[in-house]
């Protein structure tokens, strides 16, 4: 027992060191894309995320952030580090895990384990465990500062105690276990919600354990508590503690007038003397299930306490400081992630539903004169009854989406979907295409790191792959040897051993199927979600652990030479966790990649001092908040997230100085944009007003002049606006004298500058937007405005006709330039900022890996069609020395071999020719040709649709090059080759 005991303990340890010397070798250096900037920024320096936020994460990321010893560079590597940390210490407890469950299928005790079964279970333990150490979504999410890698950790500790505690007899030993796991529970809260559905599972373990002759209803019940018990953490204590709070705050502070918090400090000693006469009745009562479960209470509330980190951090106003939640208002809003909405999960509309009536839903407060104050309510759409069905999953009130339905599911415009196409969406695009696909990922193999690519076809031909999809990094074939390994352990489990069988099961299920039901995807989806599903392929792989033993099980009936046995097993175990080790290394490798941080920082360097950045995504705005919150890297510049601009609490910051950063220019008072006001600004058209003053409008706004509203049907006044050509004053003079402005382009000023809306209503945060630009205006333009290139051509609000772009964004000027419908090039600045003031670490080095939805989309993008802008506008101004430059620094800094030539890169081809550059264009002409001729042959053999989208880049790609060649003066027989795999291509599609 001791001795299985301590090889027990020391197998679990090298598996952990495994892993952590694995992660550590492959992690990212730096923030990378996504939440991970905001995260990094927001642990170092204890500001509040996105809701409903991870306190815990972000205590714990501090405390790694103080290994970086002072040096600011250092910090997102150590943050990442905690990732690493989690992720190492899950499979360590995975392991443990495994031998737990296979010593039950042996039915011994550890005690009465021979030498052969001590060593299978050990084997068992570790295979499985690295499985899942090298399966792709987990080694993703391990190398990042994401909450993902944590949260795995906290399952895995949880069902480890889980079954460690099935194994203590003393009852009242057992007890402390389940305390343990409520804590745990409650700390898990902290870091993300995933770990709470496999709570249903557990409450099966505990009827498992607790009934001597259990029976599939007894179960069934169990599960039904452990749903229960689950519902009541989700709702009536995560958020629904809070809100009981509020409750008794509008009685203290309303109804007897007591200030701000007084309510709520009432109910917290109320609910403290309710728990503590609880646990002293129970205790003096001998009721001991009541005693275990309001000590677990307890224990999951000082867990879920880390909260209070938002509450506290909040109050001092931090930078990022997402929905404020300094008060219990903005508290419970955060908690209930109230401003990403909601889709309804078990009845509710389809996508043809229409509006029938607006209802007044929830009261909304605001606090005023030491008073809460209900200023409006939530707007409830009632929705056409013929037009909702069970288990929606077809609802969108995005044009995009509808068309997406309407396509995938083959329904002409206009007609509803009925229950089946229902059905069938959930069935082929949710559980199909966001779920199984991923799965298959991680068991199977993937095609590429494109956007949608779908499991690898293990025994394809590959000879005749294109070279653009057989080097794609990301191509990873385990050839099923993990899936088999499942399978194995999935036949082992339903033989032998019931009980755990249906737990792993149940796990299985809720952390897959029961969470692609729950969060009910929409039909496109900006990035791979395959990262919400690691708690069932968790499970995944104990079952693949498991698959050792059955194996062994067949192996002594076949092989009776135990040497010849045993290496025989050995080799087939380990062939699953070798072949992903050595699959996933180089497109699981982030080591020696910075560009996302390189991608912040020359998006800030291309903005004057003092400037205000407006940005739209996560990836044009996280690594920015990283780089200034942590590297203190431009802070002069405000960067305005046009996605956040319409909520009230942003306002507000924008309105306070930041660092280097003075207050926004907006005038609207807090009524004014508190949420439901303003929310919409209807367009009213008014025949008499051609062109609208914009200051003059907003002055309208500031006063709620009644000119301007209009009534609802619900009988509230709103704002409307008259005319969508707008027009603001410019002092020509004044700005003609100034040191910023180019001097070329004092001929195109005006006394004012005009243009049209692109869109018949306003948004609160296009509202913001323009107060900002009007009140700029108004002060002489004395703040550079720009807007970002990465940006949607909507969130321009009209104006590119007058944007400069000087690098990775516009800058808003003065005049327009007609017709310039994607603005213009100043390239003098450009050409400065570009070659001067940014940076490009390691998008030159091949060992690199740039994972291709990231790096091929915005980070590529911006970088090759602004040098194909400012390169094309050298060429125009006659700079051809400068254009050349230009362009052979983009090959110097991005090569074709680190990251493939583009739509843009064809462009270049042209741009060559036109300097003179023959060879130099031919050379990337015939690399681009010759790649499309290459792909275009493997997707035309396979059909349209398989890659339609491919195929109309391809042929876009070599048409551009082909007809650059043909508006030159170079000789036909110099490209006829290029011509002639162009034509035979377009003659197959057409």
């Known amino acids: 027992m001791q001795q299985f005991k301590r090889n027990n303990n020391l197998a679990g340890w090298i598996v952990f060191a495994i892993s952590l010397i ?6 990212e250096p730096t923030a990378s894309f996504w939440d991970c900037g905001e995260f990094i920024a927001c642990a170092y320096k204890l500001q509040v995320p996105h809701p409903p936020g991870a306190p815990l994460f972000l205590l714990l990321g501090r405390m790694f952030s103080f290994l970086a010893l002072g040096d600011v560079t250092r910090v997102a590597f150590w943050i990442n580090m905690m990732s690493v940390v989690s992720s190492a210490l899950t499979i360590l407890f995975m392991h443990w895990t495994i031998v737990m469950i296979g010593r039950k299928v042996l039915r011994k005790s550890f005690a009465e384990l021979t030498q052969s079964e001590g060593i299978i279970l050990l084997l068992s333990g570790v295979v499985g465990s690295l499985v899942y150490a090298f399966s792709d979504s987990f080694w993703f999410s391990a190398v990042e500062a994401e ?40 700390l898990s809260i902290g870091v993300h919600l995933l770990n709470l559905v496999t709570l249903p599972a557990l409450a099966l373990l505990w009827y498992f354990k607790k009934e001597a002759k259990p029976t599939y209803k007894g179960g069934f019940i169990a599960v039904l508590v452990g749903l229960f018990i689950l519902g009541v953490i989700n709702s009536a204590i995560i958020p629904g503690l809070p809100s009981i709070a509020f409750w008794f705050e509008l009685q203290f502070v309303n109804t007897l007038g007591m200030s701000y918090g007084m309510g709520a400090i009432f109910f917290l000693l109320v609910l403290l003397a309710a728990i503590v006469f609880g646990i002293r009745y129970s205790y003096k009562a001998g009721k001991e299930v009541l005693n275990v479960a309001l000590f677990s209470l307890v224990f999951l509330l000082i867990g879920y306490s880390t909260y209070t980190v938002a509450l506290v951090r909040s109050g001092y106003n931090p930078p990022i400081n997402e929905n404020d939640p300094s008060n219990i208002l903005n508290f419970l809003k955060y908690l209930k992630r109230e401003q990403y909405g909601s889709r309804s999960l078990l009845y509710g509309p389809v996508y043809t539903a229409q509006i029938e009536e607006f209802k007044e839903g929830e009261e909304v407060y605001k606090m005023k004169d030491g008073k809460y104050v209900v200023y409006t309510h939530k707007p409830e759409y009632v929705y056409q009854k013929d037009q909702q069905m069970l288990l929606p999953r077809v609802w969108s009130n995005s044009g995009q989406h509808v068309a997406l339905y309407q396509d995938m599911l083959g329904i002409p415009a206009g007609q509803k979907p009925g229950f089946g196409d229902n059905l069938r969406f959930m069935f082929s695009h949710q559980m199909g295409h966001m779920y199984m696909r991923y799965l298959l990922w991680n068991f199977v193999g993937r095609e590429s790191d494109q956007q949608d690519a779908w499991a690898i076809n293990a025994f394809e031909d590959t ?15 385990y050839y099923y040897l993990p899936l088999i390994l499942v399978l194995l352990g999935f036949y082992l489990l339903y033989r032998k051993n019931e009980k755990d069988f249906l737990v792993t099961i149940m796990m299985f299920v809720l952390t897959g199927v029961g969470l692609v039901v729950y969060l009910n995807s929409p039909p496109v989806e900006p990035r791979e979600r395959d990262y919400i599903y690691v708690g069932s392929f968790y499970f995944l792989a104990i079952w693949a652990g498991l698959g050792v033993m059955q194996l062994g099980e067949w192996l002594a009936l076949i092989v009776k030479k135990p040497q010849v046995r045993w290496a025989l097993l050995t080799v087939l175990s380990f062939s699953a966790p070798i072949i992903l080790a050595q699959q996933n290394w180089d497109d699981h490798d982030r080591s020696g990649r910075y560009h996302q941080i390189d991608f912040a920082k020359n998006l800030l360097n291309s903005c004057a001092p003092n400037a205000i950045l407006f940005t739209g995504g996560d990836n044009d705005t996280f ?8 590297e203190g890297f431009r802070t002069d510049v405000r960067v305005c997230n046009l996605s956040l601009l319409g909520t009230d609490w942003y306002i507000d910051q924008m309105k306070r100085q930041t660092y280097q950063s003075s207050p926004l220019p907006i005038l609207l008072k807090k009524d004014q944009f508190l949420e439901g006001v303003n929310d919409q600004i209807m367009y009213s058209e008014n025949p008499n007003i051609k062109e609208m003053s914009l200051p003059d409008y907003l002055d309208l706004v500031h006063k709620d002049d009644p000119r301007i509203q209009a009534q609802t049907q619900s009988g509230e006044l709103i704002n409307t606006f008259p005319s969508d050509s707008l027009v603001i004053p410019v002092n020509a003079m004044k700005i003609a004298q100034s040191n910023w402005f180019p001097k070329e382009f004092v001929p195109f000023l005006s006394d004012r500058l005009s243009w049209k809306l692109p869109s018949k209503n306003i948004f609160k945060g296009e509202l913001i937007q323009l107060e900002i630009i009007s009140n700029n205006a108004l002060s002489g333009w004395t703040r550079p405005i720009y807007f970002a290139a990465t940006l949607p051509n909507d969130q321009y609000v009209g104006l590119k006709e007058s944007m400069q772009l000087e690098g990775y964004a516009y800058r808003l000027m003065p005049f327009k330039i007609q017709g310039a419908q994607d603005g213009f090039v100043n390239s003098k600045i450009m050409a400065d900022n570009m070659l001067n003031k940014m940076y490009w670490r390691g998008l030159n080095d091949e060992k690199v890996y740039y994972h291709g939805d990231f790096y091929m989309g915005i980070p590529s993008v911006t970088l090759r069609l602004g040098t194909y802008r400012l390169a094309d506008q050298l060429v125009r101004e006659g700079n051809i020395p400068l254009a050349k430059k230009v362009l052979d620094h983009l090959e110097r800094v991005m090569p074709n071999k680190v990251i493939p030539y583009d739509q843009f890169s064809a462009s270049m081809v042209g741009l060559y020719l036109s300097m003179g550059e023959q060879a130099k264009a031919l050379k990337m002409a015939k690399i681009m040709v010759d790649r499309n001729d290459q792909a275009l042959d493997y997707y035309l053999a396979g059909g349209l649709r398989a890659h339609e989208r491919d195929i109309q880049i391809a042929l876009y790609e070599m048409n551009v090059i082909v007809s650059s060649f043909k508006e030159s003066k170079v000789a036909p027989a110099q490209y006829k080759a290029l011509e002639s795999k162009f034509m035979k291509q377009l003659a197959r599609v057409q």
Do not use: C
């Open 623 to 630: 690594p920015l908040w990283y780089v200034q919150e942590v």
């Open 22 to 27: 694995t992660y550590t070798l492959t992690v």
């Open 147 to 186: 909450v993902y890698a944590m949260s795995s950790f906290f399952t895995a500790i949880v069902v480890w105690a889980a079954f460690r505690w099935e194994l203590v007899e003393n009852e009242a030993e057992a007890n402390r276990w389940i305390l343990f796991i409520a804590y745990l529970v409650g």
């Open 463 to 477: 000879s005749k792959l294109p070279d653009v999809m057989k080097n794609n990094k990301a191509r990873n074939n």
